[in-house]
C-alpha cells in the first residue's frame, strides 16, 4: 500500500484522511460501499448507524486512515440542491443530529476522526459549490434553528473535526464575495 511506504520514509508519522462518507468504496472500487445517509435516515434503530461508523472505522485503521470526511450532518431543507440532497439523512434537524451523532460516535469509538460536514450547513442552496459560490441568505436565527442544530449536537458529544463550506453568509459574515 502506498500509505504504508509513504509512512516507512517519513520522518514524523503522517496523518492519513480519505473522504468516505458512503464508506471507502467511496474513492476504493474493490471495497462494498455503505448505503448513503438518505437511505440511512429511513433507519430507526440508530445502533445501526453507529455499527455502520465502528465498521467503517474497521476499514480505515486497516488501510492507515485516520479520519474520513464524515458524516454530513447538513439539513436537507431545499429539495432543489444539486449537491447535498441524497448525502443528508433529511429534513429534520433533531434527527438529522441524532443519526449524526450514531455514525460518528461509531467512528470516532473505532479510533477515527469523523468530520461534520458542510458547516455551517449546506443544505439550503441551489447551487453546487464545487462550481460556484452559493450564497445563503437566511437570518442568524434561522441557521440556529435549523442548519446548525447538527453541528452544535456533535460539538457537545467530542467531534473530532468539521469541515468549513465554501459558502457566501451574510448573516455570519458580510464581506463581499
Known sequence: LLVNRFQSKSK????????????LAMRIDSLKPFPWNMTLGAIQ???LLYEMGAAMAQECKTLGIHFNFAPVVDVNSNPKNPIINNRSFGENPFRVAQQ?????????????????????????TDADSHKTLPTINHSYERLDSIDLIPFKSLFDKGLGSVMVAHLHIPALDDTDS
Open 12 to 23: 514524523i508519522p503522517l496523518m492519513n484522511g480519505i473522504d468516505g462518507e458512503w464508506g
Open 45 to 47: 434503530d440508530d445502533s
Open 100 to 124: 449524526s451523532l450514531a455514525y460518528m460516535q461509531g467512528l470516532q469509538d473505532g479510533g477515527v476522526l469523523a468530520c461534520a460536514k458542510h458547516f455551517p450547513g449546506h443544505g439550503d
